[in-house]
């Protein structure tokens, strides 16, 4: 079974600056992993996808996270947070193949970005 | 960009009582998705749905709730007698193809309150 973990319910980074949001998985499978973005009384929305290409993925908005099998990491980043990027950050996990592609999530960690 | 809908944005149900979530996936999709997402919580995978019939199910989808596709565009999720821990941010999703790890398309939502 698949598992997540989100490290740090709460990030605060001030405008301009890096973020990096963690995630760290448990697959029997080799994972096919997501990040999504949550911004208040809204739907998820898809910010990048790792699928066994690239180990670095670029997504949309200027994130960026690179899959790290050896530490079964996939941490997501940003080089200079804007206040627009204040929202929730989901990292998931999906069957390679062994379910109809049911999403296991994380906690979730609620990004602030501060002026 | 094609969009899956939900409606009603907020519903607010006596326990006890019969509800019905809908939802309507990206037309050219074929597999669709319930989650719930509990206050504070985590996006919890409830049931997946493909060529009329449950594909997969989680333990929190018991003999209180149903899912429907009734016609070629909607989905519907059915709690038969609400709780009060029914009450929850139910996410419908679709995805056109799960061989591809197509990501999954969210809609935004519908926040689920029980009195």
């Known amino acids: 079974a698949q598992s997540v973990t989100q490290l740090g319910s709460h990030v605060s980074v001030s405008e301009g600056a890096l973020v990096l949001l963690r995630c760290n998985y448990s697959?029997?499978?080799?994972?096919?992993l997501f990040w999504y973005v949550q911004y208040p009384n809204q739907g998820l929305q898809l910010l990048l996808k790792?699928?066994?290409?690239?180990?670095l993925v670029k997504g949309i908005n200027g994130f960026e996270a690179e899959f790290k099998k050896s530490e079964t990491s996939f941490h997501l980043t940003k080089p200079s947070a804007h206040m627009s990027d204040a929202a929730e950050y989901f990292c998931?996990?999906?069957?390679?193949?062994?379910?109809?592609?049911?999403?296991?999530f994380g906690q979730g960690t609620i990004l602030t970005v501060h002026p | 960009e094609p969009e899956v809908t939900q409606t009603p944005s907020h519903q607010v149900t006596q326990m006890g009582q019969e509800v019905i979530l809908r939802c309507v996936p990206i037309?050219?999709?074929?597999?669709f998705y319930w989650y719930r997402q509990i206050l504070g919580q985590k996006v919890e995978f409830l049931v997946s749905f493909y060529n009329n019939e449950i594909s997969e199910k989680s333990e929190i989808f018991d003999d209180q709730f149903s899912v429907e596709r009734p016609d070629g565009s909607n989905f519907t999720l059915k709690i038969r007698s609400t709780k009060l821990e029914d009450s929850a941010m139910y996410f419908c999703?679709?995805?056109?193809?799960?061989?591809?790890?197509?990501?999954?398309?969210f809609g935004d939502g519908t926040r689920l309150s029980i009195l």
């Open positions: 999703a679709s995805i056109f193809d799960r061989e591809e790890v197509q990501p999954q398309h």
């Open positions: 790792y699928t066994s290409a690239a180990t």
């Open positions: 998931a996990v999906s069957d390679a193949g062994t379910s109809y592609g049911k999403l296991t």
């Open positions: 697959s029997s499978v080799p994972p096919y």
């Open positions: 037309s050219n999709h074929l597999y």
